[in-house]
């Protein structure tokens, strides 16, 4: 079991830059694939990066590729996202997950969720 929780959510114009971290309680961090999720209102969630066990494991949304990088420091147990140029259609509530699995684009996969962080970004 593992208790996740998102931050650095907030407001920020079109091209601008934000960072979400995502912290999990766990001592066994380096065994889940993380990944990170958006969903907009009115919308279904969608992908937007995931990282394997391992640095070089990445994946990313056809729309966020470029823009965003996904990161993970295993000794503070914390995932990240680094989002820039961000654009008005970024704008959504942004879920972290973790899974034992492989399927790191799917969010039925990912057994445990954060709250979720709501990013916002402005024309």
């Known amino acids: 079991q593992v208790q996740l929780v998102e931050s650095g959510g907030g407001l920020v114009q079109a091209g601008g830059s934000l960072r979400l971290s995502c912290t999990a309680s766990?001592?066994?961090?380096?065994?889940?694939?993380m990944g990170w999720f958006r969903q907009a209102p009115g919308k279904e969630r969608e992908f937007v990066a995931s990282m394997g066990w391992s640095e070089g494991q990445t994946q990313y949304g056809d729309s966020v590729k470029g823009r965003f990088t996904i990161s993970r420091d295993y000794a503070k147990n914390t995932l990240y996202l680094q989002m820039n140029s961000l654009k008005p259609e970024d704008t959504a509530v942004y879920y972290c997950?973790?899974?034992?699995?492989?399927?790191?684009?799917?969010?039925?996969?990912?057994?445990?969720w954060g709250g979720g962080t709501q990013v916002t970004v402005s024309s």
């Open positions: 766990t001592r066994t961090f380096s065994i889940y694939a």
């Open positions: 997950a973790a899974t034992y699995g492989s399927r790191w684009s799917d969010a039925s996969a990912f057994e445990f």
